[in-house]
T-cell receptor, first 114, second 117 residues
């Protein structure tokens, strides 16, 4: 089936550092979403991207929809301890807009050392 | 004022048993989903329903039977539980499928951790 390759798999950083993670695919996606999941909770939507080249910010988070429509990245600036969690990219393929089907990346586990 | 709620939070049961997980959303959404998250945290869609109608069935074994009594509820019944069914199951909802308009953004419940012994 379709896959999203998300990297890195995990990151252990110092508080205050910037973080970057990305998702790539061999397929074109119509939409890219970035979610954060904390332990014992469900994923929470952080940023949604709808157009190729789109750059969107949400506080210290910035995400971009790649021009080729096959990739997306998420940056977190000046990380803080509460940024800890698993970050997932998710995409919707053309033709899935009438089903709502999302394909998820494998997740990036972020740990922040105070 | 929980948006998407699931019960139970934890479910421990023996192989071969039948169990149900309930999901309710109070967002007024038309579309609901079930996802399975495995031990490696990989999230995969199982089912989606729109206005109580099944839209997606992602080659899930027919031991899994979703039921939507109304738009606000989507329950998941699992027959003859197997060890491999152990996972976290998430319910989600969205206004509709239209992601481009922002109304397809999916809101997830807190998950149900199922352990089959």
């Amino acid at each position: 089936g379709q896959q999203l390759n998300q990297s890195p798999q995990s990151m252990f950083i110092q508080e205050g550092e910037d973080v970057s993670m990305n998702c790539t695919s061999s397929s074109i996606f119509n939409t890219w979403l970035w979610y954060k999941q904390e332990p014992g909770e469900g994923p929470v939507l952080l940023i949604a991207l709808y157009k190729a080249g789109e750059l969107t910010s949400n506080g210290r988070l910035t995400a971009q929809f790649g021009i080729t429509r096959k990739d997306s990245f998420l940056n977190i600036s000046a990380s803080i301890p509460s940024d800890v969690g698993i970050y997932f990219c998710a995409g919707q393929l053309p033709g899935s807009s009438n089903t709502g089907k999302l394909i998820f990346g494998q997740g990036t586990t972020l740990q922040v050392k105070p | 004022d929980t948006a998407v709620s699931q019960t139970p939070k934890y479910l421990v049961t023996q192989m071969g048993n039948d169990k149900s997980i309930k999901c309710e959303q109070n967002l007024g959404h038309d579309t609901m989903y079930w996802y399975k998250q495995d031990s490696k945290k990989f999230l995969k869609i199982m089912f989606s329903y729109n206005n109580k109608e099944l839209i997606i069935n992602e080659t899930v074994p027919n031991r899994f039977s979703p039921k939507s009594p109304d738009k606000a509820h989507l329950n998941l019944h699992i027959n003859s539980l197997e060890l491999g069914d152990s996972a976290v199951y998430f319910c989600a909802s969205s206004q509709d499928f239209g992601l481009a308009g922002g109304t397809g953004e999916q809101f997830f419940g807190p998950g149900t951790r199922l352990t089959v012994l």
